[in-house]
C-alpha cells in the first residue's frame, strides 16, 4: 500500500495530475468519517475533507515519504476539522482549558449546555446516539477518543498525527474515556 | 464517587490502553473484585468504549472525488509543459534539439555578414539580391542579412533571413517565399531544414509533421 501510494506521490509531484485522483480514491472514505466523526455533519464533513486532499496536493513536495502517507494527511484533516469547531464555538469556550483532571468537570458543564433531554437521548438510534455522545466530547479529547476507537489507530500513530507527545495522547484517551463515561452513565 | 487511590484508575486505563503489566494487572483485578464501587466505574469505562465501537464505517458520498479535482489548483506552468511533452515526444525532440544547437544556431544568426546561395542569373547590388526580369533562377535562394528583389521568376524557394523582399509586379516564385526576422524563427527555420536533412527522402514526412504541430 505504502509502496503504491509512494509511487503515485512521485507521478503528482512530477506533474501528473491524474495520479492524484488515485490517492484521493484510496484514501477518500477514511478521511471523510475521520471529518463526519468530528463534525457531525455530512456537508461540513464533505467540504473539509475535500479541502483536506486539496491542501495534500498543493502541499505534496513537503511530505517526507519514509513517514506514514496516511498519518500525514489525517493531521491536515485534523487540523482543519479543529479550525472549523473553533470558528463556530462562542468565544467563551475557547478559553476553556483544562487545568488538571478536576479541569474535566468544568469542560463537562461547558459540553453539558448543548445536552438534549434525557427521553430524547433514549429515543436515538445507535449510530445516532454514537455521533451525539462524541459531539458532546470536548474537542480535544474527541479527536484522540475517534482516531482511537474509530480509526483504531495504535497510539504511537496517533501521537504523530496530532503531533502531541504519547503522553498527551494518553492523557487525552484516559480523559476521553472518562468523560463519555460520565456522560453516558450506566446505560 | 470513587475513593480509591488514583493508582487504581490509572491501571483500569492502562488495561483498556493494553498498556499495563501482569504484575499490575493482577493487582487490578484482585481489587475488582473487592470493591464495588471500581468495578463499576471499570464497567462503565468498558461500555462506554464497547459503545463506540458499535459505529457503523461512514462513506464519503458520490461523487467526492471528482469534487476535489475539480477543486485543485489549476496545473503549474512547469507541469504543463511536462505533460505537453510527454504527450508530444516530437516536441519534446525538438525541444531537446533546440537545446543542444541553440549554441551554435545563436552564433550563426549573429553573425550579421551578407550571404546568398549561390545561382545563375543572380545580379547583386551591394547587400541586395536581384533576380532580373525576364530571367529564370532555378532552384532555391537563401538570402541573409540581406534583401532580395524580384522582377523575374524563381523556380523554387525563397527565404530571406534579417532581410526584406520586394516583389516586382511580374515577379514569380513557384515554391515558399519566407522572410524571417526574429531569433526564434531563425532557430526553427534551422530545426525544420536540418530536421529534413536528418530524413532524406521517406522519412521527409516527420519533418512536416513537426512544422504541423507548432503551427
Ligand atoms: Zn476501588
Known amino acids: ?187 | 464517587m470513587n475513593t480509591c487511590r488514583e493508582s487504581m484508575i490509572h491501571y483500569m486505563h492502562a488495561y483498556l490502553d493494553g498498556d499495563i503489566s501482569r504484575e499490575e494487572e493482577r493487582k487490578l483485578k484482585e481489587h475488582l473484585t473487592e470493591c464495588p464501587s471500581c468495578k463499576e466505574m471499570m464497567d462503565e469505562l468498558q461500555s462506554a468504549v464497547s459503545f463506540l465501537q458499535l459505529a457503523e464505517p461512514v462513506k464519503a458520498p458520490e461523487g467526492f472525488v471528482s469534487g476535489v479535482m475539480d477543486r485543485l489548483p489549476k496545473e503549474k506552468p512547469k507541469a504543463g509543459i511536462h505533460r505537453l511533452l510527454r504527450r508530444h515526444p516530437l516536441i519534446a525532440a525538438a525541444a531537446m534539439f533546440v537545446v543542444l544547437m541553440s549554441a551554435t544556431l545563436f552564433s550563426s544568426y549573429s553573425n550579421q555578414h551578407f550571404s546568398v546561395t549561390k545561382q545563375p542569373n543572380l545580379v547583386i547590388e551591394g547587400e541586395t539580391v536581384v533576380v532580373p526580369a525576364g530571367e529564370t533562377v532555378k532552384g532555391d535562394i537563401v538570402v541573409k542579412n540581406g534583401n532580395i528583389r524580384i522582377e523575374g521568376e524563381v523556380d523554387g524557394n525563397v527565404t530571406v533571413i534579417n532581410g526584406s523582399k520586394y516583389m516586382a509586379s511580374t515577379a514569380v516564385v513557384t515554391g515558399k517565399s519566407e522572410e524571417i526576422d526574429k531569433a526564434f524563427d531563425w532557430l526553427w527555420y534551422n530545426i525544420k531544414t536540418t530536421v529534413k536533412g536528418f530524413f532524406p527522402s521517406s522519412s521527409n514526412e516527420k519533418g512536416e509533421n513537426l512544422q504541423n504541430e507548432n503551427e
Not at chain 1, 101 to 109: A, C, I, R
Request: proline share 3%.
Open chain 1, 1 to 187: 500500500m505504502d509502496e503504491l501510494v509512494n509511487k503515485r506521490i512521485n507521478e503528482v509531484l512530477k506533474g501528473n495530475h491524474e495520479a492524484f485522483e488515485e490517492i484521493v480514491t484510496m484514501f477518500q472514505h477514511r478521511l471523510y468519517q475521520v471529518c463526519y466523526r468530528m463534525l457531525g455533519n455530512r456537508q461540513e464533513a464533505e467540504d473539509i475533507a475535500q479541502e483536506a486532499f486539496v491542501r495534500a496536493y498543493v502541499n505534496i513536495h513537503t511530505y517526507d515519504q519514509k513517514r506514514k502517507f496516511s498519518t500525514w494527511l489525517f493531521r491536515i484533516a485534523t487540523n482543519l476539522c479543529i479550525d472549523r469547531i473553533r470558528k463556530k464555538k462562542p468565544d467563551y469556550y475557547l478559553d476553556a482549558e483544562v487545568p488538571g483532571t478536576e479541569g474535566l468537570n468544568m469542560y463537562s458543564q461547558i459540553a453539558a449546555t448543548g445536552d438534549l433531554p434525557e427521553d430524547e437521548v433514549e429515543k436515538m438510534e445507535t449510530q445516532e446516539r454514537i455521533q451525539y455522545e462524541i459531539g458532546r466530547l470536548p474537542d480535544k479529547y474527541r479527536s484522540v477518543i475517534i482516531l482511537r476507537y474509530m480509526e483504531e489507530l495504535p497510539l504511537q500513530e496517533i501521537s504523530d498525527i496530532l503531533e502531541l507527545p504519547l503522553g498527551t495522547v494518553k492523557t487525552r484517551v484516559h480523559r476521553g474515556r472518562e468523560a463519555l463515561r460520565k456522560q453516558m452513565g450506566n446505560m
